[in-house]
């Protein structure tokens, strides 16, 4: 069975600090993973997804993530982090298309000015 | 609509009534999902649609759960006999072959 690991349950930034959020997947095969972001009362919202390739993922809002085989990673990372940036952070892993997300437990961000 | 929408935004019930959720998905998109995000538990899946079939109904926590699609479009999660730990909040999404696209979500309240 498939399984996503967050370590990370809140993580504290000033802003323009850089970033990282660890993720960690479980998965017998090549994985689909995804970063998602939920603000306050929001849905979620797509930040980035790795599929195949390139191993370094570009996202919106200036978000990247790189999925690392060998460590069963797949790490979010921002260079320099906006106010607007706290919100809780879902890595989530699929077998593929039209197939389940499951997700990690969630990391809540906190930006101080 | 331009995503996916989802009603009512916030529930309230008393313990023991029905309650239906509603899903509209984005035009086109074939596959729908239904999550469930509470406290306790986190983010998991109940159902998932192709077209209106249910091929995984592996998440659906016990037989008050029901959901149906139809015309290939809304989708409607039906829970009998609520209980308080139904209390969360119902996520639907739908697919364009790659990516998952999250509605606003139901809040609901078992009271």
């Known amino acids: 069975a498939q399984s996503v690991t967050q370590p990370d349950i809140h993580i504290t930034v000033s802003e323009g600090a850089s970033l990282e959020l660890r993720c960690n997947y479980s998965?017998?095969?090549?994985?689909?993973l995804f970063w998602y972001v939920q603000s306050p009362g929001q849905g979620l919202q797509l930040l980035l997804k790795?599929?195949?390739?390139?191993?370094l993922v570009q996202g919106i809002k200036g978000f990247e993530a790189e999925f690392k085989r060998s460590q069963s990673s797949f790490n979010l990372r921002k260079p320099s982090v906006h106010w607007s940036d706290a919100a809780e952070y879902f890595c989530?892993?699929?077998?593929?298309?039209?197939?389940?997300?499951?997700f990690g437990t969630g990391t809540r961000l906190q930006v101080t000015l | 609509g331009a995503g996916v929408s989802q009603s009512p935004s916030n529930k309230v019930t008393e313990k023991g009534k029905d309650v239906e959720l509603r899903c509209d998905p984005i035009s086109g998109h074939t596959a729908l999902y239904w999550y469930r995000q509470s406290l306790g538990q986190g983010l998991e899946f109940l159902i998932y649609f192709q077209g209106n079939s249910a091929p995984d109904k592996s998440g659906l926590p016990s037989d008050r759960f029901s959901a149906e699609r139809t015309g290939g479009s809304v989708s409607t999660l039906t829970i009998q006999r609520t209980q308080q730990e139904d209390s969360a909040v119902y996520l639907c999404a739908t697919e364009n072959g790659e990516t998952q696209y999250f509605g606003p979500g139901t809040r609901l309240l078992v009271l």
């Open positions: 998965y017998g095969a090549t994985p689909y």
């Open positions: 790795y599929f195949s390739g390139d191993t």
């Open positions: 989530a892993v699929s077998s593929g298309t039209a197939s389940k997300l499951t």
